[in-house]
């Protein structure tokens, strides 16, 4: 069993993610989301496709009228190919609004159909006594600087240093 909500694997049987503490009993019993609302997406709908038709038309209808007042056909070749790419950018536009609407609707059902959790589902924290002393960190790792030691290292290190000093 996977948590819905961080997504780690958790074993059946119970009922909060060890992890991020979701609640497994409320995600299984939730009830689906709402759906966006019927009208809103038709009035959508239509509104992307008289666009889309009013951007085909529109530069057909008023074509006559330019020929006659004295536009080539290559310009109005260039007239129709920029009303086309502006009204698809329109339409692009639109669509990626209302998926965003649809998706902020499902985001905002969704969290408003969660149940609220009270403050009785958390365990009441264990008092307990301080931690014993583990002791210090360093207490094992750090080298030994008795004179002795330091001794030997001074005079192995002079030595070497005396023989670099010499010429070869």
Request: hydrophobic share 40%.
């Amino acid at each position: 069993m996977y948590c819905p909500t961080c997504g780690i694997d958790s074993v059946e049987g119970l009922k909060y993610c060890k992890r991020c503490g979701a609640n497994f009993t409320s995600a299984l019993s939730a009830s689906p989301s709402k759906k966006f609302p019927l009208a809103l997406t038709i009035s959508f709908l239509i509104i992307i496709g008289s666009i889309f038709i009013a951007g085909l038309a529109l530069p057909m209808a008023a074509s006559h009228d330019l020929m006659s007042s004295g536009f080539t056909t290559g310009q109005l070749m260039y007239i129709f190919m920029a009303d086309i790419s502006v009204m698809l950018v329109v339409v692009f536009l639109l669509t990626w609004l209302f998926l965003r609407l649809i998706k902020l609707h499902q985001q905002t059902s969704a969290v408003a159909s969660a149940p609220n959790v009270s403050t009785s589902d958390f365990a009441q924290p264990q008092i307990v006594g301080p931690p014993q002393s583990i002791g210090s960190v360093t207490e094992n790792t750090t080298r030994s600087f008795e004179p002795r030691v330091y001794d030997n290292l001074r005079e192995s290190r002079g030595s070497s240093q005396a023989s670099d000093d010499e010429p070869r």
